[in-house]
């Protein structure tokens, strides 16, 4: 499974909010919080092929511009699966990534799966849950972490097959 992960500029690792003005980029690698999902990927013979990523700031100035190049080079890149997050409680981080994720999966054939902390992000949420699978997760520091990333990727795997996931869904998703 060949995977493209969205990051903000905190979780690529490129500064704190005061980068939040990065502009869109990305690099053929596993970048800040997605080396740790690269991890658990490889031992399922899959891998990230790219991180993409943005600064909340940049993305609210240009939001269609932002969904349109991912979109655009999703297309291009072929992953089989988009993963927007882990987003943690940052409700920024969880606006960009759910928005960014509807719009290629509304764009696209590319499945999407975000992964998003229920606190701080309850609008959100209630906004896309029915658009775009989001798979529950912790807050930042909290536990459970390692478990929400191993279903954030079986959930990934499941839609890279085609699988039923309405069971899936149902448990381990808002």
């Given at each position: 499974?060949?995977?493209?992960?969205?990051?903000?500029?905190?979780?690529?690792?490129?500064?704190?909010?005061?980068?939040?003005?990065?502009?869109?980029?990305?690099?053929?690698?596993?970048?800040?919080?997605?080396?740790?999902?690269?991890?658990?990927?490889?031992?399922?013979?899959?891998?990230?092929?790219?991180?993409?990523?943005?600064?909340?700031?940049?993305?609210?100035?240009?939001?269609?511009?932002?969904?349109?190049?991912?979109?655009?080079m999703c297309q291009k890149m072929?992953?089989?699966?988009?993963?927007?997050?882990?987003?943690?409680?940052?409700?920024?981080?969880?606006?960009?990534?759910c928005e960014v994720g509807y719009?290629?999966?509304?764009?696209?054939?590319?499945?999407?799966?975000?992964?998003?902390?229920?606190?701080?992000?309850?609008?959100?949420?209630?906004?896309?849950?029915?658009?775009?699978?989001?798979?529950?997760?912790?807050?930042?520091?909290?536990?459970?972490?390692?478990?929400?990333?191993?279903?954030?990727?079986?959930?990934?795997?499941?839609?890279?097959?085609?699988?039923?996931?309405?069971?899936?869904?149902?448990?381990?998703?808002?």
């Amino acid at each position: 499974m060949k995977v493209i992960i969205l990051l903000d500029q905190i979780q690529a690792g490129l500064g704190g909010k005061e980068k939040a003005d990065t502009e869109l980029g990305g690099k053929k690698l596993a970048m800040g919080a997605a080396d740790t999902i690269d991890k658990t990927l490889k031992k399922k013979d899959s891998s990230i092929m790219a991180t993409f990523f943005c600064g909340t700031e940049f993305y609210e100035a240009n939001k269609e511009v932002v969904q349109g190049k991912i979109t655009r080079m999703c297309q291009k890149m072929q992953p089989d699966i988009l993963l927007v997050g882990p987003t943690y409680d940052y409700s920024d981080f969880a606006k960009m990534a759910c928005e960014v994720g509807y719009a290629v999966e509304s764009n696209s054939e590319i499945p999407v799966v975000a992964m998003v902390a229920q606190e701080k992000n309850t609008d959100i949420i209630s906004e896309y849950k029915d658009k775009l699978n989001i798979v529950k997760m912790p807050k930042k520091g909290g536990t459970g972490l390692s478990d929400s990333i191993d279903k954030g990727i079986e959930l990934c795997a499941k839609k890279v097959k085609k699988e039923d996931t309405t069971e899936f869904v149902n448990k381990y998703c808002f």
